[in-house]
Each structure stands twice: as C-alpha cells, then as structure tokens.
Nanobody, 117 residues
C-alpha cells in the first residue's frame, strides 16, 4: 500500500520558517516527480514546487527564492523548506508523487501551514 505522509506544518509568524516533510512508503521516490501543492480556503489547489527524478527543481513565481525543495533518497522523503513566510502562504500543503511515466500518482493527506502574528 502506497502512503505519502506529510508533517512539519504549524503556526508561524510572518518572516519565519518551516520545513515540511513527505515520507513515502510503498514506492521508491527517486523514480517519481515529487511536487508540493497548496490550497488556501476558497481557492483552487496550486502547484508550489517540484523536483524530478533527475533532481531538477521548479518553483511557482510566488515562492521562488523563498522555498527550497529537496529529496533524501535514502530516507525516501521529500522536503519543502519555506523561508520568509508571508500571510498569503497560509494553506494546506499537499505532497504529490507522479511516476516518471506519468501514469500513476499519489497524494498525501495534507498539512496545515498558518502564517499569522
């Protein structure tokens, strides 16, 4: 059974940092493109960052230079380091893994990130 389990969310003040983790079981992460998405209340889910099986990264313009995505193959875990957090970063953050063929994908359950003073 495939599971993606996110952790690391919470309440942080503007300008603060959080690191989200996505631990995978039942799949080998390094043959998947891993993505972090977020969904704010009343808004559609949006792509934040991705890292391919080759390690290439891509970011939405709204988080570029503030967020970093990485993957630890030995731990089968992906990370999203979020710095200089803003109120508008508040959302539920979801981990996604899409097989390199594009035929199979999985979602985590989400972790809440709240940026508030």
């Amino acid at each position: 059974q495939v599971q993606l389990v996110e952790s690391g969310g919470g309440l942080v003040q503007p300008g603060g940092s959080l690191r989200l983790s996505c631990a995978a079981s039942g799949i080998v992460f390094n043959i998947y493109t891993t993505g972090w998405y977020r969904q704010a209340p009343g808004k559609q889910r949006e792509l934040v960052a991705t890292i391919t099986s080759a390690g290439h990264t891509n970011f939405d313009d709204s988080v570029k230079s503030r967020y970093t995505i990485s993957r630890d193959s030995a731990k089968n875990t992906a990370y999203l380091q979020m710095n200089s957090l803003k109120h508008e970063d508040t959302a539920v953050y979801y981990c996604n893994a899409k097989h390199i063929t594009g035929l199979i994908g999985y979602w985590g359950q989400g972790t809440q990130v709240t940026v508030s003073s």
